[in-house]
């Protein structure tokens, strides 16, 4: 059995956006990244399976699968999401809308279930998504908004049973007379961050449709989740592709995982990890505007993205908290380097291991120069699912944890703004829904723009105090304006603490001379 993590998704509202090229990572400048999607070679092109019956999970739905199994009431997994919906609705259409979503992509009405041991999945032909309704106009305007806010934690926190089709929920929830709020939630299994946008565009089609002509139906995509997923098991696993980006892997991360050993403030102990399912708290910031300028400078200086020097920061800061010069933490990666897979609905994303390696006497530039390459090299070999690898260290005797990832760091591009949104007549906006159950220690989430960083560090609050997580955002900062002002400094010269910080330790650790008996002995003052 194989327990790992990946996921991308956050709720914060930040991470919305509707341009699905906007989600992919940003690790290297547009031309590098076509020229390595043009010298790769496809493995045979994905074609529709010939019969509808059950069919293989693909390696990260099968990660996940047991994960749920592990743990049936856990809403780590649940992708939730609340729409402001301002204007005149009709309830009618919304729902006829969003049932030729679900018709439209099968994976939505797949179910899981073992068949002889090993976990398959079932497209359910007539399975419907119900829309149950909560009106609170009969309450006082001023408990609207917590009544509403306790229905958005409440279908957060409901766990899905992933042997029930459709792994997608709805309810509308009636505010005021012409505002709603339409809350959506799927399970990770049949969906990710790169889905949101996808959709989002189905069901403002189908409601114009439903809204002219009191009917929908989307135009089917050519293949399904459920192709990809044979492909996955068959095609590409014999690939020349597969066996090359097996060896990579294997000499890049070697026979066994160096976990980063964080200790937690709140429960003391020498390492371990959170129990899976525990409360997450957020910390949102917006980069400094002088940190993000040398930010900016350092990575033209280098030739660098701005993606590796956030992540060799991030790097640096967990190794000065643990104590490490190597370990692994987590990079989600879109997983969508396919034609075919762009427009589809699924679980793509993956996690991949970086192996941190961190010499005090090597210099920022080297890191950098270093961190450039492995990323290059780690988007080349994207495809490789990451379970082969950890099934091959389990093979070798290496047990596993539940949660392989103490921490992780992930990267999305801001996408450009085109005006308000809006289904048919109707004003769209995002409320926050961040999921309230966190699944690593902590992570950063950041989210690059022309303009600026805003970045988030998701944490468990049963490890961390809020207090301790303010400092890390703080000295990951620090760390990001070091670098860019010195790239040639030593890295175990970087300075961590702002002035202040300095300023009290060095008060702290030199006090004031005191006098003390000449005739009293040390060992009695003791």
């Given at each position: 059995?194989?327990?790992?993590f990946?996921?991308?998704?956050?709720?914060?509202?930040?991470?919305?956006?509707?341009?699905?090229?906007?989600?992919?990572?940003d690790?290297l400048?547009?031309?590098?990244?076509?020229?390595?999607?043009d010298?790769?070679?496809?493995?045979?092109?994905?074609?529709?399976?010939?019969?509808?019956?059950?069919?293989?999970?693909?390696?990260?739905?099968?990660?996940?699968?047991?994960?749920?199994?592990?743990?049936p009431?856990s809403?780590?997994?649940?992708?939730?999401r609340?729409?402001?919906?301002?204007?005149?609705?009709?309830?009618?259409?919304l729902?006829?809308?969003?049932?030729?979503?679900?018709?439209?992509?099968d994976?939505?009405r797949?179910?899981?279930?073992?068949?002889?041991?090993?976990?398959?999945?079932?497209v359910?032909?007539?399975a419907?998504?119900?829309?149950?309704?909560?009106?609170l106009?009969a309450?006082p305007?001023?408990?609207?908004p917590?009544?509403?806010?306790?229905?958005i934690e409440?279908?957060a926190?409901?766990p899905?049973?992933?042997g029930?089709a459709?792994?997608?929920r709805?309810?509308l929830?009636?505010?005021?007379g012409?505002?709603?709020?339409l809350?959506l939630?799927?399970?990770?299994?049949?969906?990710?961050?790169w889905?949101n946008?996808?959709?989002?565009?189905d069901?403002l089609?189908?409601?114009?449709q439903?809204?002219?002509?009191?009917?929908?139906?989307?135009?089917?995509?050519?293949i399904?989740y459920?192709?990809?997923?044979?492909?996955?098991?068959?095609?590409?696993?014999q690939?020349?592709?597969?066996?090359?980006?097996?060896r990579?892997w294997?000499t890049?991360?070697?026979?066994?995982?160096?976990?980063?050993m964080?200790?937690?403030d709140?429960?003391?102990?020498?390492?371990g990890?959170?129990?899976?399912?525990?409360?997450?708290r957020?910390?949102?910031?917006?980069?400094?505007?002088?940190?993000f300028?040398?930010?900016?400078?350092?990575s033209?200086?280098?030739?660098?993205q701005?993606?590796?020097i956030?992540?060799?920061?991030?790097?640096?800061?967990?190794?000065?908290?643990?104590?490490?010069?190597q370990?692994?933490?987590?990079?989600?990666?879109?997983?969508?380097?396919r034609s075919?897979?762009q427009?589809?609905?699924g679980?793509?994303?993956?996690?991949?291991?970086?192996?941190?390696?961190?010499d005090?006497?090597?210099?920022?530039r080297?890191?950098l120069?270093?961190l450039?390459?492995?990323?290059?090299?780690?988007?080349?070999?994207?495809d490789?699912?990451m379970?082969?690898?950890?099934e091959?260290l389990?093979?070798?005797?290496?047990v596993l944890?539940?949660q392989?990832?103490?921490?992780?760091?992930?990267?999305?591009?801001?996408?450009?703004?085109?005006g308000?949104?809006?289904?048919?007549?109707?004003?769209?906006?995002?409320?926050?829904?961040?999921?309230?159950?966190?699944?690593?220690l902590?992570?950063?989430?950041?989210?690059?723009?022309?303009d600026?960083l805003?970045?988030?560090?998701?944490?468990?609050?049963?490890?961390?105090?809020?207090?301790?997580?303010?400092r890390?955002?703080r000295?990951?900062?620090n760390?990001?304006l070091?670098?860019?002002?010195?790239p040639?400094q030593?890295l175990?010269?970087?300075?961590?603490?702002g002035t202040?910080e300095?300023?009290?330790?060095?008060?702290?650790w030199?006090?004031?001379?005191a006098?003390?008996?000449?005739?009293?002995?040390?060992?009695?003052?003791?």
């Open positions: 059995m194989l327990l790992s990946a996921s991308t998704a956050t709720g914060t509202a930040m991470h919305e956006s509707l341009d699905a090229d906007s989600l992919a990572e690790l400048d547009d031309a590098l990244l076509a020229l390595l999607q010298e790769r070679p496809e493995p045979d092109r994905i074609a529709p399976r010939e019969s509808a019956g059950p069919a293989p999970l693909s390696f990260a739905q099968q990660r996940l699968w047991y994960l749920q199994q592990f743990n009431q809403a780590a997994y649940n992708l939730p609340a729409l402001s919906l301002k204007g005149e609705l009709h309830g009618q259409h729902t006829m809308a969003l049932q030729a979503v679900v018709d439209r992509h994976i939505l797949s179910r899981f279930a073992e068949v002889e041991g090993i976990p398959q999945q079932f359910e032909a007539d419907r998504l119900e829309m149950p309704c909560e009106d106009t309450m305007a001023t408990q609207r917590h009544a509403l806010q306790r229905l409440a279908d926190l409901a899905f049973d992933l029930k459709p792994l997608i709805a309810r929830v009636k505010v005021q012409d505002e709603h709020v809350l939630n799927m399970h990770h299994i049949v969906s990710d961050a889905s946008p996808i959709l989002l565009q069901l089609g189908a409601y114009s439903a809204a002219a002509q009191g009917a929908c139906k989307l135009q089917r995509p050519a399904q459920a192709d990809y997923a044979i492909w996955q098991r068959q095609a590409y696993l690939s020349d592709a597969c066996q090359a980006s097996a990579y294997h890049r991360l070697g026979d066994e995982l160096q976990p980063l964080l200790p937690g709140l429960d003391p102990r020498c390492a990890v959170p129990p899976e399912g525990t409360s997450a957020y910390h949102g910031l917006q980069l400094d505007a002088e940190v300028q040398a930010l900016l400078q350092l033209r200086q280098q030739g660098v701005p993606f590796v956030a992540l060799a920061a991030w790097q640096v800061l967990l190794g000065r908290y643990s104590g490490q010069r370990f692994t933490l987590g990079v989600p990666s879109a997983g969508r380097n075919e897979t427009q589809l609905v679980f793509f994303v993956s996690t991949q291991i970086y192996r941190a390696e961190l005090p006497q090597q210099s920022v080297t890191l120069q270093n450039r390459e492995q990323s290059i090299a780690a988007l080349s070999h994207s490789y699912p379970e082969l690898y950890l091959t389990q093979h070798n005797g290496q944890p539940t392989l990832f103490q921490a992780l760091f992930n990267w999305r591009v801001a996408g450009t703004a085109s308000p949104l809006a289904l048919g007549p109707l004003q769209l906006d995002f409320l926050d829904t961040a999921s309230a159950q966190a699944k690593c902590i992570g950063i989430d950041l989210e690059y723009a022309a600026g805003g970045f988030s560090l998701e944490y468990d609050c049963s490890q961390f105090s809020h207090g301790t997580v303010q890390m955002a000295h990951w900062q760390l990001l070091a670098m860019a002002r010195g040639e030593r175990g010269e970087l300075d961590m603490l202040p300095q300023q009290a330790t060095f008060a702290q030199n006090p004031a001379p006098e003390h008996p000449a005739d009293q002995a040390l060992h009695s003052r003791i």
